[in-house]
C-alpha cells in the first residue's frame, strides 16, 4: 500500500515535529482511494497504522489496551479525505456529531507491562484475529456498557494524567473519548502546567504573540488551551530550577538561556522558541543572539514583564548582531546592573577620557542585519557610561516596549512603555542606525531620553518622553529621525534639541511643560516640525539660533511661560502655517541678525506683543494674521529691518505695527485695522518704508510718527480711523507720498510740535476736521496734493506755525480752502484754490451763531472775542453774532482770527445765547484730541 504524503502544514522549516516517529499522520492507498488510513504512535515511538477495514498494525508494540496483530471488533467512523492540512502533533478531526452518527464504544482490554509503565502512558496494542462466539460478543457488549457508565468526571480526571499525544490519539477512540479529550478543561490544565501563563496565548507566525481567545480560522468547536499549545509546543524553558513535565512529548527546559540557544541550534528543523520563566536571570557573559530566535516571558503573575528579569552585571546584557533579521524578544525585563568592581573603575576612567571607557548597555543592537522584534519589555541601566538602549552600525530593530497589564486584558489592552532610570541615557542611536519604536515610555534618565547621531534615522510613534533630567530626545552630528505622536514633557531641560547639522522630522507630538524650553535647534541644526503642540514650557517653545535652518510647520504654539517662537543668534528657518497664541511674552521674536521666513501663522491672544524683530533683526514677515494681542501686533526697533508684507494685522490691544529705536524695514501690502492705539506708530529715529497698506478703522489715528520718527510713507489707504488719518508731532519728518486719507472721523493729517514732513501727491478727502492740520510751531512742506470735499477746511494754519504750499488743488471744502490764523505767514506757490463752501461767511451774514454750524466737534477758523464785561478769558471764545446780539452794550474785544466754536452758543458761559437754545455743555475743546501714545517700547 502506497503512502501519501502528510497532511499537516508546516509553515517554516522550524516548526516541523521530529518527522514521522512522533507525529500522527494519515495515509491513503493511491490505488483505493476509499481506503483510509491513520498512523499514530504511543509514547515509547512505537508506530500504530489503524485503518477503515478495522485491521491494526503495531510496530514493536510494548504497551497498549489490545493485543497485537489483530482486528477491531468496531468499525471505526468514516474520515474526509486527508485534504485538510494542519500543524506537527495536532490533526484536525475530520468529522463532527452532526457530520456522523455516534460510533459503538470500542472493546478495551487494559494490559500492562507493569503498573510504572501504566501509570506513565496509554497506547494501542493490536489484538489477535479471532472469531468471536455469541457469549464471548455479550461479554464485550456488557464491557462496553461498563465504559459508557463512567462518568465524565472520571474520565476528564483520567485524561489529565495525559500527556498531550496520548491525548490526541483518545480523540479517535470514540465520539466519547473525542468529546471528553477535546474538553477546554483537559488543555486548560496541562496548558497551566507547561507555561505558567493565566490565558491562552496566540502564535500564529514566527515573531507573532499576542494573549485572549482568537477567533478560529476554521468552524467547528474551538479549544483555545488546545490551539495555544498546538502552536507553542515546540518551545524549550529557561527555569532558574529547571523541572521535568512528563505531559509533553517534546517538553525540555534549562536553567540558562545559552544552553536553550545551544539546544536549538543543534537542530535546524525545530522552531527557535525559548520560554524565559518567572524570576532574575544573570547570564554568565553577553547573551548573544545572532539567529531568527524567540524569546518571551512566561509567567503566572499578571505583570509578566516585571516577573522576569535578565540581568547583566559584567558586560552588555543582551546584544543582537547579523542573522538577527527576525528575532524576538518580549515580556522581559533587561537591566544593566553594574558589580562593584566596575563602579570604582569609573571615575579613573572619565578622568582618563571618555575614548578609553568601556560603555555598557542593557540591549545592544549592532550590524546591518541585526532587525529584531523587540517587545513589551521593561529596559533599564545602572551605569554611568552607557545606555539602556544602543543601536548602531546600519541596525535596523523593531521595538515595541510595552508593560502588558494581564489583569486588564479581557476588557481592553492598556500599553505603557519604559526605559526608566537609566545613569545615563535611555536609547542611543547611531552609525546610520535604524529602527522602529513604538509605544515607548522613556522617562527620568540622567542624561537625553534618546540619542539620534551620526545618519542614524530611527523612527518613534506614539511614546512617552517624560521627566529626563537632561534633554527628552536629542539628535546632533547628522542624526535623523522620524518622531510621530509622541508625548514630550517635563524634561528638565528642552524637550528636543536638535544641532550640528542634524535633521529630524517630527510631526503631531506634544512638547509641553519643558523645566526650559519646547524644542531648542542651535549649531546649524535643521529639522522639519509639523502639525505638533508646543505648549506650557518655562521658556520659548522653539529656540531657534547659531546658523539654524528648521522648517516649523501647522503646529499649535500656545500657553508659554515665556515667548512662542524665539530665533537669535543668525538664525534662520522658516515658520509657516503655525497657530501661535496665549504666550506670556511675543508670539515671534527675532533678533541678533536673523532672518527666518515668517509665512501664513496666527498669532493672536498673547499677553505681550505678536511679533518682536530688534537688535539688527531680519527677517520675511508676509501673509500672516496677528490680532487681539496685548501690546503692539508688530515691533521692530533697534536696527531692524524686517519685511513685512501682506499681513492682517488688527484687533490688538495697543498698537498695529510699532517702529522705534531706530527700526526699519518695510512695510507692504498690509491689512492694518480696528487697535485701540494708532494702526502704525514710528518714533526715536526709525526710517522705515510703508508702502501700499491699508490703515483703517482704528480706535485712534491712523499713523502717528513722533519724537523724531522719520518714514516713507507711499500708496497707502488710510480710512476710518477715529482720529487722525496719519499725525506728525515732536521733530518727526515724514514723506508721505501718493496716499488716499479720506472718511477720518477727525483730520486727515495732523503737524504739530515743530513736526516737519514732505506731503506729495496725496488724496485727502472726505475728513471730518482739516484736511491738513499744522499747528505749533511745525513746518512741513505740501506739494501737489489734491484736498478736497472736507467737512471743515482744507488746510489750517495757526499757533505760530508755518508751511510751504505748492502746486496743491483745494476744492469744495465746507470751511474754505486755505485758513491761516492771525501772525501765520506760510510760502505759497502756484496753489488752485476753488469751489469752497465758505460755510462759516454765510452763518456770520445770515445772523447764524457759529455754534449752529459747528457743534462742539468742529473748529471753524474766524475772528472770535472775549466779552470784559462777562469776565470771559481767551479760552470762552465768542463769535461775531452772538457779540452782537448776546452781548451788545458790553465791553469786548477781538482775540485774533483762528480756530475755534463758540462758548456763547454752546452754552459754556453764564450768560444765555439769544440765537439759539442748546444743552449746557462744557467738554470744550480747541483742538483736535492728541494721540495716545503707546508704551510698548519699554523693555521691561
Given amino acids: 500500500m502506497s503512502s501519501a504524503p502528510s497532511p499537516f502544514f508546516h509553515p517554516q522549516p522550524q516548526q516541523v515535529l521530529d518527522d514521522s516517529i512522533q507525529s500522527p499522520s494519515y495515509s491513503q492507498d493511491s490505488n483505493s482511494p476509499s481506503q483510509h488510513h491513520f498512523d499514530s504512535m504511543d509514547s515509547t515511538g512505537t508506530t500504530i497504522r489503524y485503518s477503515t477495514s478495522g485491521m491494526t498494525d503495531v510496530v514493536n508494540p510494548t504497551l497498549g489496551l489490545f493485543t497485537p496483530q489483530s482486528s477491531y471488533p468496531y468499525s471505526l467512523r468514516k474520515r474526509r479525505p486527508c485534504c485538510t492540512k494542519d500543524e506537527d502533533l495536532f490533526p484536525i478531526t475530520a468529522a463532527t456529531a452532526d457530520e456522523t452518527p455516534q460510533p459503538t464504544m470500542k472493546k478495551f482490554k487494559l494490559e500492562s507491562v507493569s503498573p510504572g509503565e501504566a501509570r506513565k502512558d496509554f497506547s494501542i496494542e493490536d489484538e489477535p484475529v479471532k472469531v468471536e462466539s455469541k457469549t464471548e460478543s455479550a461479554n464485550n457488549t456488557d464491557q462496553e456498557d461498563h465504559i459508557n457508565r463512567l462518568p465524565d468526571e472520571l474520565l476528564l480526571k483520567v485524561f489529565s494524567f495525559l500527556p498531550d499525544k496520548s491525548l490526541l490519539a483518545c480523540c479517535s477512540v470514540s465520539y466519547r473519548f473525542h468529546q471528553v479529550s477535546n474538553s477546554q478543561e483537559v488543555w486548560k490544565e496541562l496548558y497551566l502546567s507547561l507555561y505558567d501563563y493565566r490565558m491562552p496565548l496566540s502564535h500564529p507566525a514566527h515573531g507573532q504573540f499576542e494573549f485572549g481567545e482568537q477567533v478560529p480560522i476554521r468552524g467547528g468547536n474551538y479549544n483555545p488551551w488546545k490551539e495555544s499549545h498546538r502552536q507553542l509546543h515546540n518551545g524549550v524553558h529557561v527555569m532558574k530550577e529547571p523541572r521535568s513535565n512528563c505531559r509533553a512529548v517534546k517538553y525540555r527546559c534549562f536553567d540558562q538561556i545559552e544552553k536553550a540557544q545551544a539546544f536549538l541550534e543543534e537542530d535546524e528543523y525545530r522552531e527557535k ?164 519604536f513604538e509605544h515607548c515610555e522613556i522617562a527620568r534618565n540622567t542624561l537625553a531620553g534618546i540619542w539620534v547621531k551620526n545618519h542614524a534615522n530611527p523612527y518613534f510613534r506614539k511614546c512617552q518622553i517624560h521627566s529626563g533630567k537632561d534633554v527628552g530626545v536629542f539628535t546632533f552630528e547628522h542624526g535623523q529621525g522620524y518622531f510621530e505622536r509622541c508625548n514630550i514633557h517635563s524634561n528638565r531641560i528642552s524637550g528636543i534639541e536638535v544641532k550640528n547639522s542634524a535633521n529630524p522630522v517630527v510631526i503631531r507630538c506634544d512638547v509641553h511643560h519643558g523645566y526650559t524650553g519646547g524644542i531648542y535647534v542651535h549649531e546649524r ?69 536673523s532672518d527666518p521666513i515668517v509665512r501664513l501663522n496666527k498669532i493672536h491672544n498673547g499677553l505681550h506683543g505678536g511679533i518682536y524683530v530688534h537688535e539688527k533683526g531680519r527677517g520675511l514677515i508676509e501673509e500672516n494674521e496677528v490680532y487681539a494681542n496685548t501690546l503692539a501686533g508688530i515691533w521692530v526697533t533697534t536696527g531692524s529691518s524686517p519685511i513685512l508684507r501682506k499681513n492682517r494685522i488688527h484687533s490688538g490691544k495697543q498698537v498695529g505695527v510699532y517702529f522705534y529705536d531706530q527700526g526699519h524695514g518695510l512695510l507692504e501690502e498690509n491689512d492694518i485695522f ?163 463752501y465758505d460755510t462759516i461767511s454765510h452763518a456770520i451774514d445770515s445772523g447764524q451763531c457759529l455754534y449752529k454750524v459747528s457743534s462742539n466737534n468742529s473748529f471753524p477758523m474766524h475772528n472770535f472775542f472775549r466779552c470784559i464785561t462777562c469776565n470771559t478769558t481767551e479760552r470762552n471764545a465768542i463769535c461775531l453774532n452772538c457779540i452782537k446780539c448776546c452781548h451788545s452794550g458790553h465791553d469786548i474785544e477781538l482775540v485774533r482770527f483762528d480756530r475755534f466754536f463758540c462758548d456763547c452758543g454752546a452754552g459754556t458761559l453764564k450768560r444765555e445765547c439769544h440765537l439759539q437754545n442748546v444743552p449746557y455743555d462744557n467738554d470744550s475743546m480747541y483742538e483736535s484730541s492728541t494721540p495716545i501714545s503707546s508704551d510698548t517700547g519699554s523693555d521691561d
Fill in 273 to 436: 522558541l525559548i520560554f524565559l520563566h518567572t524570576g532574575v536571570h544573570e547570564p554568565i557573559d553577553t547573551i548573544l543572539i545572532n539567529t531568527d530566535v524567540q524569546i518571551i516571558g512566561a509567567s503566572d503573575s499578571g505583570d509578566i514583564t516585571s516577573s522576569v528579569i535578565l540581568e547583566g552585571t559584567k558586560n552588555t546584557t543582551v546584544t543582537f548582531t547579523d542573522g538577527s533579521a527576525n528575532a524576538y524578544f518580549g515580556f522581559i525585563t533587561v537591566r544593566f546592573r553594574a558589580d562593584p568592581t566596575i563602579r570604582q573603575q569609573q571615575p579613573q576612567m572619565i578622568q582618563q577620557g571618555q575614548q578609553q571607557m568601556t560603555h555598557f548597555y542593557s540591549i545592544l543592537v549592532t550590524d546591518k542585519d541585526a532587525m529584531p522584534y523587540i517587545e513589551r519589555c521593561d529596559i533599564t541601566s545602572k551605569v554611568g557610561n552607557g545606555a539602556a538602549i544602543c543601536v548602531k552600525k546600519n541596525a535596523a530593530p523593531k521595538v515595541n516596549f510595552i508593560i502588558f497589564d494581564l489583569s486588564k486584558i479581557l476588557y481592553l489592552q492598556f500599553k505603557y512603555c519604559t526605559v526608566l532610570d537609566c545613569e545615563n541615557v535611555g536609547i542611543y542611536i547611531t552609525e546610520h542606525a535604524t529602527g522602529h
Fill in 525 to 593: 541644526g535643521r529639522g522639519q516640525f509639523m502639525e505638533n503642540r508646543i505648549y506650557a514650557n518655562a521658556y520659548a517653545g522653539i529656540w531657534i539660533t547659531s546658523h539654524s535652518d528648521p522648517t516649523i510647520r501647522k503646529n499649535e504654539i500656545f500657553t508659554g511661560q515665556q515667548g512662542g517662537v524665539y530665533i537669535f543668534g543668525e538664525g534662520r528657518g522658516l515658520i509657516e502655517q503655525n497657530n501661535i497664541y496665549g504666550n506670556a511674552l511675543a508670539g515671534i521674536q527675532i533678533r541678533s541678525q
Fill in 674 to 836: 480696528n487697535h485701540l492705539y494708532s494702526g502704525v506708530q514710528i518714533r526715536t529715529g526709525s526710517n522705515p518704508k510703508i508702502t501700499r497698506n491699508k490703515i483703517w478703522g482704528g480706535q485712534n489715528g491712523g499713523i502717528l510718527v513722533y519724537n523724531g520718527g522719520k518714514g516713507c510713507l507711499e500708496d497707502n489707504e488710510i480710512f476710518d480711523n477715529a482720529m487722525a488719518g496719519v499725525w506728525i508731532k515732536t521733530d518727526s519728518e515724514p514723506t508721505l507720498r501718493r496716499n488716499k486719507i479720506y472718511d477720518g472721523r477727525d483730520g486727515g493729517v495732523c503737524i504739530f510740535n515743530r513736526g516737519r514732513g514732505l506731503l506729495e501727491d496725496n488724496d485727502i478727502f472726505r475728513n471730518a476736521q482739516a484736511g491738513v492740520l499744522i499747528s505749533t510751531e511745525s513746518n512741513p512742506t505740501l506739494r501737489r496734493n489734491k484736498i478736497y470735499d472736507g467737512k471743515s477746511a482744507g488746510i489750517e494754519i495757526t499757533n505760530g506755525a508755518t508751511a510751504t504750499l505748492e502746486e496743491n488743488q483745494l476744492f469744495r471744502n465746507k470751511y474754505g480752502g486755505l485758513c491761516v490764523a492771525t501772525g501765520v505767514e506760510p510760502v505759497e506757490m502756484n496753489n488752485y484754490i476753488f469751489d469752497n
